[in-house]
């Protein structure tokens, strides 16, 4: 048998290394095509050395250009790749582009196509990522979903076949590395940082980078919380910031990308996490870390209705209320995205059936 597994963002890498690793342990011959979507050293290359993430089988160089330009590259680069390698399936996760890309490649050369975080629903067309990942769920053949709400999203959608409830993926990467994540994170010294409370921003979502009213009001409202801000700048949310000419605040530490187990470090310490991100936002959930984030909804239902997330949109007066008030009591559940073993039970699902 031979597995072909696609990734090319930071989140992508993070969620097929656990695959990878099972495969590894399986000794099943498997193909890893890098999209190159992401592709300087923060976002790329430090997870590949922090997590021991093979060096891809194939890299297809795609880089930064226009979204129908990247879809429409990776195609052309990934069909050629399937019609050389003929993998018995293709695993895929998310909603990236590259996701969408290299999947709709396999499609046209008659390879399966299994998706990982298959059925999550923000409900908002505006998102390109929504789009993405409905389009994919529409074609795969084999459909592995987190929780128990995505596959209700799935059958909702008329998608009953091949729909298999497995956890998630991130669950298992953070399960397997929670020793390493429990340390203290280096850029808390060099920030001088190890003795004060903090909180935790990220932001890279397209509506929040592009729009210059969102995304000063976000900065404003941290700007008024009375706690120091660690803020990991992806590439696009600083040109922006520099384009729009909006001053960074004097509470925020803005710094480069942080590595994976970095990130997850200052997550683990941090106060609250303020975020767009759907993978942060399940990553606060898994540490146990209140999670307040600045988009008007959520893929990951779970976490809001479990008392551990708040959407507050880009509103100041929400974002300083929920920084001051929000604080959930106890411990989330975390068997609502599984037990941990997700990668055995998606992989073992492709031997038995494909």
Known sequence: MKVAIAAGTRPEFIQVEPIIRELVGRNIEYIFIHSGQHYDYEMDKIFFEEMDV???????????????????????????????????????????????GVALAANKSKIKVGHFEAGMRSYDRSMPEEINRVIIDNFSDALFSPTERGIRNLHDNGIHDNVFLVGDVMLDSITYYRKLIENKARTLEDLSLTQKPYLLLTLHREANTDNKDRLKNILDAVSSVPYPVIFPIHPRTKQRIQSFNISMPDNIHAISPAGYFEFLRMIFHSEKLLTDSGGAQKQAFFLSKPCITLRPNTEWVETTESGWNILVDDNPEKIIEAVSSFNPQGSPDLSLFGNGESSRKIIDTVVSKF
Do not use: C, W
Not at 66 to 80: A, H
Not at 81 to 87: M, S
């Open 54 to 100: 093979p060096d891809p089988t194939h890299y297809l160089g795609i880089g930064s250009k226009l979204p129908g330009e990247q879809i429409g590259e990776m195609i052309t680069k990934s069909e050629s790749i399937f019609r050389k390698e003929n993998p018995d399936i293709l695993l895929v996760t998310g909603d990236t582009n590259t996701a969408l």
